[in-house]
């Protein structure tokens, strides 16, 4: 009996791993998400999530975001009216040039 239930929680415990590998993997670009949920991330979510970190520190009409090859995103933004350069780099930090 001690066996049989060694067993079933064995292959439980193998199902519960093999499908938390198969959600990690899917979708075209398999990423970590920012907030360490370890759900599928893609570029436009990475955008989205980067504007709405802009738009929480202050600033509207977040606009024309791009990745910098090190991860981080460069925009254009408003804060009080007036045009600045924004920047999100990869630990969420949000600066102005």
């Known amino acids: 009996m001690n066996r049989t239930l060694l ?20 979708g075209p670009y398999p990423v970590s998400s920012p907030k360490g949920t370890g759900s599928t991330w893609t570029p436009s979510a990475d955008e989205a999530y980067s504007k709405s970190l802009i738009q929480r520190a202050g600033y509207t009409g977040v606009s ?6 090190d991860g981080s995103w460069h925009g254009h933004a408003l804060k009080e009216n007036a045009k600045v350069d924004v920047a999100v780099d990869r630990t969420g930090r949000v600066t102005t040039n």
Do not use: E, K, N
């Not at 067993?7 to 899917?26: H, W, Y």
């Not at 024309?64 to 090859?69: E, K, V």
């Open 64 to 69: 024309d975001l791009m990745r910098s090859p």
């Open 7 to 26: 067993a079933i929680a064995l292959l439980g415990a193998s199902a519960i791993v093999a499908t938390g590998a198969q959600a990690q993997s899917s």
